[in-house]
Each structure stands twice: as C-alpha cells, then as structure tokens.
C-alpha cells in the first residue's frame, strides 16, 4: 500500500469550506480511480491557524493519482494562498477498528 500526505496550514474559520470541498469534489474523484483505498484529514490547533494533514491511500502505486493530487494542491493553493507539502510513503502496517469496535481479523495492512 502507498500513501500520499498533503500538509499545510489555513485559518480555523476557513475549516469548513476545506472539509465542505474535499467532501464534495475531492473524495468523489479520488473514489474514481481504482487504486484509492480511503482518505484521512487531521487537524492541530496552531495558534489561530490549523495545521492540516490529509494523508490518501492507495493500493501499491501512486501511479494515476498525480492529476487528482495536483487538483486538490490547487484548490488548497487558491482557498489559503498557502504552500502545501506533498510527501509519498509505502504504507507499512494500517489497522483500524470495525464499528463494532473490534479488529477484523487480518484487516491489518502491512508490507515488507
């Protein structure tokens, strides 16, 4: 599994339009491309600014994913006037909890 982190900073105010923009134009296309397995946005208070960490991930490439990604840097660009990070990693272990709460046997992702 790969994984692609986009990072970068915007007024707290402005939070709302981020998550309105990456439900309604981000997630649908990116859900367009085979490869995509899902997509996390964090946040960390800065100040009166939030530091944002959305971190997509992909099924062993980022291959068909770099016009989509470039999208949504533009977008971030326009909406914060900021510079967003980009950074790849091969994902090395990923678990999460069903909404039973419990781990689905297996459902850990790792790669050598």
């Known amino acids: 599994m790969k994984s692609r982190q986009v990072s970068f900073y915007l007024e707290t105010d402005d939070l709302p339009l981020l998550m309105q923009a990456v439900r309604d ?3 649908p296309r990116y859900e ?11 946040k960390a208070e800065v100040g009166s ?3 944002i960490v959305v971190t997509s991930f992909w099924d062993n490439n980022l291959e068909g994913s770099e016009l989509e990604a470039a999208r949504f840097i533009e977008e971030i660009v326009e909406a914060t006037g900021g510079n967003p990070t980009q950074r790849g990693f091969d994902t090395l272990y990923a678990q999460i909890r069903n909404s039973d709460g419990a781990f689905d046997p297996g459902s850990g992702t790792h790669s050598p």
């Open 25 to 27: 134009r981000v997630i």
């Open 49 to 51: 600014r939030s530091e």
């Open 32 to 42: 367009g491309i085979p490869q995509f397995l899902g997509l996390t946005v964090l």
